[in-house]
């Protein structure tokens, strides 16, 4: 069975700091996906890979950076927190096109 | 534009009681479709998947899915609902040309006794 593990379940930053969440995926798979989930708004995507040292924009990547340089981690990087990236963060991969995404059990983010 | 559309927000049903949470999708090809469930604090889990042939899909915890190409949706059903199914559930396309999937908003399950 698919595993992705998300490093922290709750975190609490500053504004101004540099918030790092962490993502690792047990089943080699080629692409991984960082989403926002916030209330009436479903998930947003904000970032995804394909590839080591590969990564796309998704819907809403103003705010955020992505790191992948080993293949089963993916990390989420808020260069400069603000109060209004408080949210549920999940991280997801695919094997390939036509599978379903396995999810991890998301970062709660409180930024104060 | 690819765009899922979960029309209910909020559904309440009694236990017992059977549960359809509607799902209407936009997409220019045979889409890949899913339902995931999410309990509070919890990520996301698959409950059901369609890829391609028969129309009616199995899944866990009892339910199902119809894919109706005529009407571009993929309903989810259950005979006779849990209190222990309250919960988030999101419908989601597949893109089958690279992998980003695209989720409704979610529909929240509330089980009254």
């Known amino acids: 069975d698919v595993k992705v593990t998300q490093s922290s379940r709750y975190l609490v930053k500053r504004t101004g700091e540099k918030v790092f969440l962490e993502c690792v995926q047990d089943?080699?798979?080629?692409?991984m996906f960082w989403y926002r989930q916030d209330p009436g708004l479903g998930l947003r995507l904000i970032y995804f890979?394909?590839?080591?040292?590969?990564?796309e924009k998704g819907d809403i990547p103003e705010g955020y950076s992505v790191s992948r340089e080993k293949k089963e981690r993916f990390s989420l990087i808020l260069e400069s927190a603000s109060t209004n990236q408080t949210s549920m963060y999940l991280c997801?991969?695919?094997?390939?096109?036509?599978?379903?995404?396995?999810f991890g059990d998301g970062t709660r983010l409180s930024i104060l | 534009a690819q765009s899922v559309t979960q029309p209910d927000i909020h559904i309440t049903v009694s236990e017992g009681a059977s549960l359809e949470l509607r799902c209407n999708y936009s997409?220019?090809?045979?889409?890949?479709l899913f339902w995931y469930v999410q309990s509070p604090g919890q990520g996301l889990q698959l409950l059901l998947k369609?890829?391609?042939?028969?129309?009616l899909v199995q899944g866990i915890k009892g339910f199902e899915a119809e894919f109706k190409r005529s009407q571009s949706s993929f309903n989810l059903r259950k005979p006779s609902v849990h209190w222990s199914d309250a919960a988030e559930y999101f419908c989601?396309?597949?893109?089958?040309?690279?992998?980003?999937?695209?989720f409704g908003t979610g529909t929240s399950l509330t089980v009254i006794p």
């Open positions: 997801a991969s695919i094997a390939f096109s036509g599978q379903p995404q396995h």
């Open positions: 089943m080699d798979h080629e692409n």
């Open positions: 890979s394909y590839d080591v040292k590969m990564k």
């Open positions: 369609y890829f391609s042939g028969d129309t």
């Open positions: 989601a396309v597949g893109a089958n040309t690279g992998n980003q999937f695209y």
């Open positions: 997409y220019g090809a045979t889409p890949y």
